[in-house]
């Protein structure tokens, strides 16, 4: 059973730091893009970063631009997602998405993602 399994989240002041985790088990995806997305309360689900399978290209929202940075371990299937000076607007449920498909493109859009983790909450006070 393939799982993708997040982890870092809580809460943190603005201008704080956190680094989420995503680890996967049930297959590798050494071969595979992966991405980060979130939801805010009341709003749709929306791309945070992607990252292709040997982290040579990366990709991300003008939101966090200059802010997150996403990266990966394939030896430990793993996908990383560290977020500095988080602003309230950062508050969210944060969610890793991984491809099917085999060294394809990263995607900001969401239906190139078949596999997606349960999530983990991130919350920015002021």
């Known amino acids: 059973q393939v799982q993708l399994v997040e982890s870092g989240g809580g809460l943190v002041q603005a201008g704080g730091s956190l680094r989420l985790s995503c680890a996967a088990s049930?297959?590798?995806?050494?071969?595979?893009?992966m991405s980060w997305f979130r939801q805010a309360p009341g709003k749709e689900r929306e791309f945070v970063a992607s990252?292709?399978?040997?982290?040579?290209?990366?990709g991300y929202a003008d939101s966090v631009k200059g802010r997150f940075t996403i990266s990966r371990d394939n030896a430990k299937n793993t996908v990383y997602l560290q977020m500095n000076s988080l602003k309230p607007e950062d508050t969210a449920v944060y969610y890793c998405?991984?491809?099917?498909?085999?060294?394809?493109?990263?995607?900001?859009?969401?239906?190139?993602?078949?596999?997606w983790g349960q999530g983990t909450q991130v919350t920015v006070s002021s």
């Open positions: 049930g297959r590798t995806f050494s071969s595979n893009s």
């Open positions: 990252i292709t399978w040997n982290g040579g290209n990366t």
């Open positions: 998405a991984a491809d099917a498909q085999k060294f394809g493109s990263s995607s900001y859009r969401q239906n190139a993602y078949e596999y």
